[in-house]
């Protein structure tokens, strides 16, 4: 494992103004000259990321990072991985950031953890592969690294970039590190085929992987765009541990409905919120969630987020469920 050190990031207050005048203008903010030495390689946490520190909007889908069958073609959107397989996993890297144009080569590195919205950073993640000597042009770069896929099917990607001169400031929590350093991305995207009226079960893990000893959040449903809820049916088994904090926290809610013991139904599409629950920092407490699609979500293409919050109301992970028919 490489070693991580603070790097020194300094612009100047004029392309700061600049870059938060043109985000606000709905455009890309152009880049602001550097050093030739220093070099600024970035990879997208989502669609509206222009490399600046910190990001904004959400940490967990990061759109240049993909998990495909082909190591030669970039799959449209992931694809449903096996284990036993091996899958690969593309990473496109930009150059230049806003901090800097010079040119240098640079290491890529990828791994996983399990399905979940936490993990601290680094011990409760697993090495992937690397690529080594890696050259950016101007513009894009796709580095494919190939996996063989773990017991399991549902996982966690975390994409590192590292150069002399590009190197992230790290500490214990993964969501804090990829908000603060655009050369770390994270992608919690989940490709779930279903059948009609056959549930489709996903594991997923809650918990706490800030510096703080404890916490108490919030998990957060939300369904952007066609919901599925009502073609469809969702539904979180907490399991005992969890379920039995979320009853001591008061059972607080909202969109959601008890349908068993451990048992929640999702009945807002727009949102629902499960409120109140503590956790432990290094906590990852396992929960299963279940899709059940109806007749009329035959033929349809849906998203459903599932996001852990603070009791600051700050994002601390998530996961990105992309749900459509089972291929015939």
Known sequence: MISS?????????????????????????????????RSDVFIRDNGSDYGYE??????????????????????????????????????????PGPYGDGYEKGNLQVWYTKQGTVAQWP????????????????????????????????????????????????????????????NIAWHNVNAVPFKIKVPVIRPIVFGWHGPDPATVGDIVFTQPGRPFTGP?????????????????GGAKGEGIERVGETELAIVNPQRARISGLAFKAGEQIDAKLSFTAGAEAAGG????????????????????YRLAAERQ
């Open 123 to 182: 011990n409760q993640w697993n090495y992937i592969g690397s690529k080594l000597d890696v050259d950016v042009p101007y513009g894009t770069k796709t580095v494919v690294i190939p996996w063989k896929v773990p017991i399991g099917s549902h996982f966690c990607l975390l994409a590192r970039w590292l150069s002399p001169t590009d190197l992230p400031t790290e500490g214990v929590s993964t969501s804090l590190n990829t908000r603060n350093n655009n």
């Open 5 to 37: 050190h603070p790097r020194r990031r300094r612009t100047l207050l004029a392309s700061a103004v600049l870059a938060v005048a043109t985000l606000f203008a709905g455009v890309a903010p152009a880049v602001q000259a550097a050093p030739e030495a």
């Open 232 to 248: 469809g049916r969702i539904t979180i088994d907490l399991g005992p541990d969890l379920a039995a904090r979320w009853r001591a």
């Open 301 to 320: 293409q849906y998203t459903v987020h599932v996001t852990q919050v603070d009791q600051r109301g700050e994002e601390v992970g998530g996961v990105e």
């Open 54 to 95: 910190a990001s904004s909007g959400s940490l967990y889908s990061s759109p240049d990072i993909r998990v495909c069958f082909s190591a030669t073609v970039l799959c449209a959107t992931d694809d449903p991985i096996v284990q036993g397989s091996t899958a690969y996993i593309h990473v496109t890297l930009n150059r």
